[in-house]
């Protein structure tokens, strides 16, 4: 938790890291069950809690702290303009009751948390090179 100027650096720091081990994770997950869509669907399942942590940690250092981390997570990727948003919360939503999804739809989700992760990088990495310029 950030809980000073001086330590929002580390803080933007260690979420860009988390980030880019997510990417990976999602990215390997992929590759190894995109042919077994239920799998799949289990691996997204257990993804989207990290997913959410991280948007709600990069609203709170910029200042505009969510009430929780899943509403950080689906007012991110609305800010972010993914084109597929709504439907990616569905198919998620869906995943996480562990119902049925319609075929390919576990990997349409996979591609659009690989689009969200890599945007929201680029704005911990924007957020970062910010607080190094303030603290010079």
Do not use: M
Not at 5 to 13: E, G, I, K, T
Not at 15 to 22: A, G, S
Not at 60 to 65: A, D, I, N, R, S
């Amino acid at each position: 938790r950030c809980l000073s100027d001086w330590s929002s650096d580390v803080c933007s720091s260690d979420l860009k890291q988390q980030l880019l081990n997510i990417t990976l994770r999602l990215r390997a997950a992929y590759v190894a069950r995109s042919l077994r869509e239920e799998q799949l669907a289990i691996f997204i399942a257990g993804v989207i809690g990290p997913l959410r942590s991280a948007a709600a940690a990069l609203l709170e250092l910029e200042g505009q702290p969510a009430t929780s981390p899943q509403q950080a997570f689906e007012l991110l990727g609305l800010e972010l303009q993914l084109p597929a948003w709504a439907e990616a919360l569905s198919l998620i939503a869906t995943i996480q009751e562990a119902l049925l999804t319609p075929s390919g739809a576990a990997q349409h989700v996979v591609f659009e948390l690989l689009e969200f992760a890599r945007l929201v990088t680029a704005r911990v990495e924007t957020l970062s090179g910010e607080v190094r310029r303030e603290s010079l």
